[in-house]
């Protein structure tokens, strides 16, 4: 570069979705090696952003706020959902349409004009517009849910009466609408299932009405690079069915935004704007390789999409036939370091013919724990070797990373790992499950949850959380401490939390604590905090005098008990706040 200066941030992959109100939804934090099981990133997250539906937008508002509207950003660097733009009329200049019009030509019947073309890829007929309303969780006041906001995108039928699209097209979804090509008719639609981490959802129409003369997409096999692919969808830049088409780039496991997971996926130079979210790329014999999901936006790169392939789309189906509902790809609950250097394997007593790579921690909460050890060297999983850098042969000619393999594996199936420990080989059959993260990065769809005494607002923190505290940029502005048990704690039980005083409502009794925010609460009169719930059931049982907070940093709060349960039915009325808890607290 020639420059000194700050590194540049990296460029950024998007979710496509095309919100009608521009309300960008920014993309999860960088993947930590903990819940991927790969040591490095394959790019950075911050620089893929989530396709977002168009969204249709409420006449006052704009970026829900009056006034002077706030000028749109240029492509930026950082990480966010691709907010689309609100529609906008055709090129109009001085009150004068652009572009020539030229002589009406009577046809006699319409569809005979245009039988020909719609038969040239009669897959076509399956891909639907899909019309949702979101009411998403405030998460900073967590009693309440911000203005809804609607949006756009794409999806396509498959057998079962069913439709596939993103899980980040319908998130926090209130209301589900269809609509086929070529009809005028909007079907209310019913989500069966939302896959988080590989950003799929699938719906299905009661209406038998809505099927009439549907066939479904076939899906067809992994493409080869350079296969050419076609997507369709429904992008902004017009209202009807939109066709781009381009070759496949690479394939390899990519980071999924939304779901903050590493999953295969496949890069094409097909043009993937906003509201192509959920649409289907096609492969030359009409069969449906993928569903396009999200794009990198950064000034070096140019036509860049990414698109879910037919391995992870078959995964998520098959889950939801075989267990009634998503059940998410399972991990191995380990962080790993390359075994590149030839002294570091020397030390490590392996052979020259050995290869593999060594567990560097074990998250206490995943099953292997009971059997692994930190400093085992992975040799092989299901009789798969592992090379040195942690990829295994993939297809003629490539290589891929080992988490590949893991996450062709169903929560609860058993592996096969084969490791070195003290120059001794041992086989240990593993049951695989999901991963749990200190500060999860989804809610799944939940209310966040709160509990209230004396105007603190206690809460767990979640990626969803930092974003809506620190914005998009959350990874740059939040607290270190807080950042750094996002991307490197792992939770010591299963239902650990990082509870923090989220703010303080100012009374009479809290004076003086005015100006704790963002604060993680250690311990309860002596008794460390584990969850919100076990918070709440402390203070709620308390009967000493006084209710002593231990807090980051060494500072505390010391609160009279009685005095600090009455103060809270006022705190709670001049705020107009229903409850002191979430439901999910009261049960």
Not at 201 to 209: F, G, K, N
Not at 272 to 291: E, L, M, Q, T, Y
Not at 303 to 326: C, L, R, S, W
Request: aromatic share 6%; charged share 20%.
């Amino acid at each position: 570069m020639g420059k000194r200066g700050r590194k540049p941030k990296p460029p950024i992959p998007e979710t496509l979705d095309s919100p009608t109100t521009t309300v960008a939804s920014p993309p999860p934090p960088p993947i930590t090696t903990a819940a991927t099981g790969l040591d490095d990133a394959v790019f950075s997250v911050s620089n893929v952003e989530i396709i977002e539906q168009p969204q249709a937008s409420h006449p006052h508002q704009e970026g829900r706020r009056r006034g002077r509207p706030k000028k749109l950003r240029k492509l930026t660097d950082n990480p966010e959902i691709m907010t689309p733009s609100r529609r906008v009329p055709r090129a109009v200049d001085n009150g004068e349409h652009k572009g020539s019009v030229g002589p009406a030509v009577a046809v006699s019947d319409p569809g005979a004009a245009w039988e020909g073309v719609a038969r040239a890829v009669p897959a076509m007929d399956a891909v639907v517009k899909v019309f949702c309303v979101h009411t998403e969780p405030n998460f900073s006041l967590p009693w309440q849910r911000k203005r809804q906001y609607s949006s756009s995108s794409s999806g396509f039928v498959i057998g079962g009466r069913r439709v596939l699209t993103n899980a980040h097209s319908v998130e926090h979804y209130t209301q589900v609408k269809l609509k086929k090509r070529g009809s005028d008719t909007k079907y209310l639609a019913t989500v069966l299932a939302i896959g988080t981490e590989c950003d799929i959802a699938m719906l299905t129409v009661d209406d038998d009405e809505f099927w009439d003369g549907v066939s479904p997409v076939e899906f067809g096999d992994l493409p080869a690079l350079q296969d050419s692919v076609t997507v369709v969808g429904y992008p902004i830049g017009g209202d009807t069915i939109s066709v781009t088409s381009g070759v496949v780039s690479r394939i390899e496991i990519l980071s999924y935004v939304h779901g903050s997971t590493e999953l295969l996926g496949l890069q094409i130079d097909a043009a993937i704007n906003s509201g192509n979210s959920g649409g289907p790329a096609f492969n030359d014999r009409g069969n449906c390789v993928g569903i396009a999901f999200q794009s990198l936006k950064h000034e070096d790169a140019e036509n860049i999409g990414y698109v879910i392939p037919t391995p992870v789309i078959m995964h998520f189906i098959q889950d939801y036939e075989k267990n009634g509902a998503y059940t998410g790809f399972p991990i191995l609950g380990v962080e790993w370091q390359k075994m590149e250097n030839p002294d570091l394997r020397m030390s490590m007593g392996m052979k020259p013919d050995q290869k593999g790579v060594r567990i560097r921690r074990i998250d206490p909460t995943a099953p292997e724990s009971q059997v692994l050890k930190p400093s085992d060297i992975i040799l092989s999983f299901d009789g798969v070797n592992i090379a040195n850098d942690g990829t295994v042969p993939f297809r003629h000619g490539e290589r891929i990373g080992f988490s590949y393999l893991i996450s062709q594996k169903y929560t609860g199936d058993n592996s096969v790992v084969k490791v070195l420990r003290n120059s001794e080989i041992l086989s240990f059959d593993i049951k695989l499950a999901s991963h749990k993260r200190l500060i999860p990065a989804h809610n799944k769809g939940r209310p966040p949850s709160y509990y209230i005494i004396a105007g603190f607002v206690f809460t767990a923190v979640s990626v969803p959380y930092l974003r809506s505290e620190y914005g998009k940029d959350y990874e740059f502005e939040a607290p270190v401490k807080l950042l750094d048990k996002m991307l490197h704690s792992l939770p010591q039980s299963p239902d650990e939390q990082l509870v923090v005083v989220s703010q303080v409502l100012v009374a009479d009794i809290n004076i003086g604590y005015e100006e704790i925010v963002n604060t993680q609460v250690l311990a309860l009169n002596g008794k460390p905090v584990k969850n919100l719930k076990n918070l709440a059931s402390m203070v709620e049982e308390c009967e000493d005098e006084f209710l002593k907070f231990d807090l980051e940093y060494q500072q505390m709060v010391v609160l009279r008990t009685n005095t600090a349960k009455a103060a809270t039915l006022d705190i709670l009325a001049t705020h107009c706040i229903p409850s002191a808890m979430s439901d999910d607290l009261k049960t």
